[in-house]
Structures are given as C-alpha cells and as structure tokens.
C-alpha cells in the first residue's frame, strides 16, 4: 500500500462515518489528485462542494478545484456539472474569488474563465473588460 492508498482509505471511511462532512471529500480529493487519478478526484471536490455553505471559503476552495480538474484533458469524460457553460462559468468564477480572493485557486480560476482560452467548454467572445479583469486576477495569483 503506497502512502496515498492508505490515506485515501482513511478518508473513505471518515465519509462512511460522517457522510455530510464536506472536509473528508475535499482531503479525499486531495490525496486521489495527487496520486494522480485526475478523473477520479474531480467528483469528490464537485462532492465538497455541494456539501459546503454556499458563499464561504471552503466552497469556493472546492468549486476552484472541481474547475481545476475538470479543464483537464483526463477529464473530458467526467460528468460535468450543470454550471459548466460560459455565462455560469462567468458567474460562479465570481462568486468563488469574492468568497476567497486570497486563494490562488480561485484567482485563477477567475483569470481563466474571463480570459476565454481554455478549449474545455465554449466561451463566447471577450471584452476589453473581462480581459483586463483576466489579467488581473493572473497577476494576484502570481502574488500569492
């Protein structure tokens, strides 16, 4: 058993335990993204998510994360959640970085729903504005 098995485990049954506790999906994320298995960890940070106070921090950790993975090539297959559109990408991206404008997760995802050039769901075309406001949420992730 590597490290991660064995962590994984123990966060599984944690959410046996404990099945509306949002922090063991996230840490159960966590440990499944690092191990690598990208497809695998989305759904548990979709799962925190649906599990933490709208608005708060930790929801926003977890929707940043969710969008992290599901971008991802490895996760053209995962299931994506009804908000993966460009006009709700746009909303939610907001909500995420005004509920924790110090995550770096957030900032970017903010950044890169505005700038329009991730190929993983079609963004209609840009302003001046949202591309401006991209930039800067690039550089307050650069920042942090």
Same mark, same amino acid.
């Given at each position: ?5 064995? $962590? %994984? ?54 929707? $940043? ?25 746009? $909303?939610?991206? %907001? ?32 302003? $001046? ?16």
């Amino acid at each position: 058993f590597s490290v991660w098995r064995k $962590a %994984a485990k123990v966060y599984r049954m944690a959410i046996a335990l404990k099945p509306d506790n949002p922090v063991s999906y996230f840490n159960l994320g966590n440990v499944i993204n690092q191990s690598g298995h990208h497809a695998e960890a989305a759904p548990r940070f979709l799962e925190a998510k649906e599990r933490e106070p709208v608005g708060s921090e930790d929801w926003a950790k977890a929707t $940043a994360a969710a969008f992290d993975l599901l971008k991802l090539d490895v996760c053209a297959e995962v299931a994506k959640p009804e908000w993966w559109n460009d006009e709700e990408l746009k $909303a939610l991206s %907001a909500r995420v970085v005004r509920a924790a404008p110090d995550d770096v997760d957030a900032n970017n995802m903010r950044a890169e729903v505005l700038s329009g050039k991730e190929s993983a769901w079609e963004a209609g075309p840009r302003s $001046a504005a949202e591309l401006m406001e991209a930039a800067t949420h690039y550089e307050r992730a650069a920042a942090l």
